[in-house]
């Protein structure tokens, strides 16, 4: 089989570490399909990027054709048909994801062009580094000067939605497998919107199993929402196997496909005709992926009034983080 050539920015930090072994084991791509992995870090990152290399190659990995490390962005992308976005500052503790948007916004206007520039014409960019939504709407931007469209750039939530999944597995004492259909909508920030009215537990209405709106109003959302937060406290690093397993998942799925009659949700960018998302701006939907690295919102779901109001505080807060990198644009 042809190796398929995946880009990873960020290939030496925390969540390039759990990313490479996983990518170059098949994880994302499949089982029988040899990678050329191009990983892509700052100047002095290089040397520690060589150690990353020299590890991966003593893992061995049969899928493993070549590795590239570089720090010049048109290299990194030169042919990739994937690429993962991680190469950002992670928040410390105090900050708030959208703190990050002065220092990690400019990487991704120079990214985004060199993807346009040098990539193959059907890439796939999954944006992980932070703050994702409005880094991705950045990239989005600058492949559009050089002819690159936005259905091209994706950004993360797949990390939120395990995150509230294992939590309603917890409550319910329920095997994680048996929890679905969770939603995540808006913002991969404290705005976002766990979703649970389609959510299910042995193939009923979460709801209805859990059978307490107090638990999930005032304990499981502030969970979900905060999680990142509590990560970071504990370990004193923000999250990066958890962050690097929601990557590949995200990826596999736009790559092989979401299961029938399931979805993912991925934050993407939104036409303004769908649930009431302002145009413009990169939010969180669910998603169904037929395999070809395509996406399609899931239309015509049921969202209460609470559900809408929240939905609407994450879209203003996007919007306000877009007048923010507005010279970005
Ligand atoms: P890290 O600091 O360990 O690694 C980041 C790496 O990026 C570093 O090696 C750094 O040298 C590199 N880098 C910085 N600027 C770069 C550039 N212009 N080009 C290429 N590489 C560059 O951080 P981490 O823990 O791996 O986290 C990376 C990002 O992912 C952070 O922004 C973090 O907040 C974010 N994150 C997002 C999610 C999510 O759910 N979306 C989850 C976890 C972490
Ligand atoms: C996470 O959700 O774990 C990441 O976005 C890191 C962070 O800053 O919260």
């Not at 920015?9 to 390039?16: H, K, L, P, R, V």
């Not at 220092?103 to 040098?118: D, L, M, V, W, Y």
């Not at 959302?221 to 990142?228: E, F, H, K, M, N």
């Not at 690097?244 to 036409?271: D, N």
Request: hydrophobic content about 45%.
């Amino acid at each position: 089989m042809r190796p398929i050539t995946v880009s990873i920015t960020g290939a030496a930090g925390n969540i390039g570490y759990a990313l490479l072994p996983r990518i170059a084991s098949g994880a994302v791509f499949g089982p029988d399909q040899p990678v050329v992995l191009k990983l892509l870090e700052i100047e002095p990152a290089m040397k520690a990027l060589d150690g990353v290399a020299m590890e991966l190659y003593d893992c061995a990995p049969p899928l493993l054709h070549d590795v590239v490390c570089t720090s010049d962005p048109e290299e990194a992308f030169g042919d990739a048909q994937a690429v993962f976005m991680v190469g950002a500052m992670p928040r410390g503790p105090g900050m708030e994801r959208s703190d990050l948007l002065r220092a990690n916004g400019p990487i991704f206007t120079g990214q985004g062009a060199a993807i346009a520039k040098a990539a193959a014409k059907d890439v796939r960019a999954v944006v992980v580094g932070n703050p994702a939504n409005t880094n991705c709407l950045i990239a989005i931007h600058a492949a559009k000067k050089h002819g690159l469209g936005p259905e091209h750039f994706t950004a993360m939530t797949r990390l939120d939605m395990n995150r509230a999944t294992a939590q309603l597995a917890l409550k319910a004492k329920a095997p994680i497998r048996d929890v679905s259909h969770m939603i995540i909508w808006g913002n991969h920030s404290n705005t976002m919107v766990p979703d649970t009215t389609h959510a299910r537990i042995y193939g009923m209405p979460a709801g209805d199993v859990i059978n307490d709106a107090a638990w999930l109003k005032d304990s499981f959302s502030p969970t979900v929402q905060t999680r990142g937060k509590a990560i970071i406290d504990a370990r004193g690093k923000s999250s990066a196997k958890s962050a690097a397993h929601a990557a590949i998942e995200h990826m596999r799925q736009l790559w092989v496909g979401t299961e029938p009659g399931s979805w993912t949700s991925i934050a993407v960018y939104s036409t303004g005709k769908h649930y009431g998302i302002p145009e413009g701006i990169v939010y969180s939907v669910p998603v169904t992926c037929p395999g070809d690295g395509s996406y399609r919102v899931v239309e015509g779901l049921a969202c209460s009034a609470e559900v809408k109001a929240l939905m609407k505080v994450s879209a203003d807060e996007l919007v306000s983080e877009r007048e923010a990198v507005q010279s970005l644009l």
